[in-house]
C-alpha cells in the first residue's frame, strides 16, 4: 500500500511523506541528521526539514515521532538506536522537538527514517502537535518505574487520535526494562492496555539496549511493507513479528 501525505512547513519539499513518489537512490545535500529547534521570543518554532534533506541514499522514507511523559527516556532510546550508546547521568529534557535520521537496509531497499523527538514537558505540547499529521509512525513510550507515566498513556492515546493520521503505525514501549528493582508497572499490565487499545506493544530499555533496534525495525518494515506491498501479498503483522523476534533472540522479557 502506497501511503501519500502532504507534508505541510515551508520547507517541505512536494515528495516529502510520500515514499513512492521519491526517486530511487537520490541524495540530498544538506543535513547531518541532526536536528535542532529555533527560539524566539521565547516561542520554540522546531525547523522542519523535509524527508528527503539528507545526505545518505535511501529509496523510501518515513517520519517516525517519539512521544510520551518527559523522563520516560524518549531522547535516550533515540541516542541508542541512532548511535548505540545509552546517555548516563543527569537528565537533559528536551526542549521542543528534535530529530535524527537512519537509514535501514531491508532486502536491499533502504528505508530512511527520520526520528523525531518530541519534549514530553507540557509546556511544549502545542509545539509538539504540528507534527503529529506528518507522522507516519508513533512509538508511544512510558517507564516501567513511573507509575504516572503510565497512567498517562491513555491521555497520550487520545491525543494521538486527535492529531495524527488515522492510518498511522503506533506502539506502545515499555522503557527502562532494566530497572527491575525500580520497578513498578508490570509486563502484563503493559500488554493489557496494549490489548485493550489494540496496539502492538513491547518492553525496551535504552540503557542495556533491551529490543531497541527490533522496535524500530519493526515499525520500519510494516512502513515498508504498506509502501511496496504486492497486491496478493498477505498483511505484515506487526507484534507477530515482534514475538517472533523476541523469542528468537532468547527474550524472557
Ligand atoms: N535505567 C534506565 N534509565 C533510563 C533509560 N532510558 C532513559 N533513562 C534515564 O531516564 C532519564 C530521562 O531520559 P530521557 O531520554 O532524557 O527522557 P525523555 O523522555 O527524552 O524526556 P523529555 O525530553 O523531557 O521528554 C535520564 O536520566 C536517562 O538516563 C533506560 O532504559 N533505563
Ligand atoms: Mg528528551
Request: with cysteine; hydrophobic share 35%; aromatic share 8%.
Amino acid at each position: 500500500m502506497s501511503r501519500k501525505k502532504a507534508v505541510k512547513g515551508k520547507n517541505s519539499s512536494p515528495t516529502a511523506g510520500s515514499p513512492t513518489g521519491k526517486p530511487k537512490g537520490k541524495t540530498g545535500k544538506s543535513t547531518t541528521g541532526t536536528g535542532s529547534v529555533v527560539q524566539t521570543n521565547g516561542m520554540v518554532h522546531p525547523s522542519r526539514p523535509p524527508l528527503s534533506n539528507s545526505s545518505e541514499f535511501y529509496d523510501i522514507a518515513f517520519k517516525v515521532m517519539l512521544v510520551g511523559d518527559s523522563g520516560v527516556g524518549k531522547t535516550c532510546l533515540l541516542v541508542r538506536f541512532k548511535d548505540g550508546a545509552f546517555l548516563a547521568g543527569s537528565f537533559i529534557s528536551t526542549v521542543g522537538i528534535d530529530f535524527r535520521n537512519k537509514v535501514l537496509n531491508f532486502d536491499g531497499v533502504k528505508v530512511k527514517l527520520q526520528i523525531w523527538d518530541t519534549a514530553g514537558q507540557e509546556r511544549f505540547r502545542s509545539v509538539t502537535h504540528a507534527y503529529y499529521r506528518d507522522a507516519h509512525a508513533l512509538l508511544l513510550l512510558y517507564d516501567v518505574t513511573n507509575k504516572t507515566s503510565f497512567d498517562n498513556i491513555k491521555a497520550w492515546l487520545t491525543e494521538i487520535h486527535e492529531y495524527a493520521q488515522q492510518d498511522a503505525v503506533l506502539m506502545l514501549l515499555g522503557n527502562k526494562a532494566d530497572a527491575t528493582q525500580e520497578r513498578v508497572v508490570k509486563r502484563e499490565d503493559g500488554e493489557r492496555l496494549a490489548k485493550e487499545f489494540g496496539v502492538p506493544y513491547m518492553e525496551t530499555s535504552a540503557k542495556s539496549g533491551l529490543n531497541v533496534e527490533l522496535a524500530f525495525t519493526a515499525v520500519a518494515k510494516e512502513l515498508k511493507h504498506r509502501s511496496m506491498k504486492e497486491p496478493n501479498e498477505p498483511k505484515f503483522k506487526l507484534q507477530d513479528y515482534v514475538n517472533k523476534e523476541m523469542k528468537s533472540a532468547g527474550c524472557a522479557c
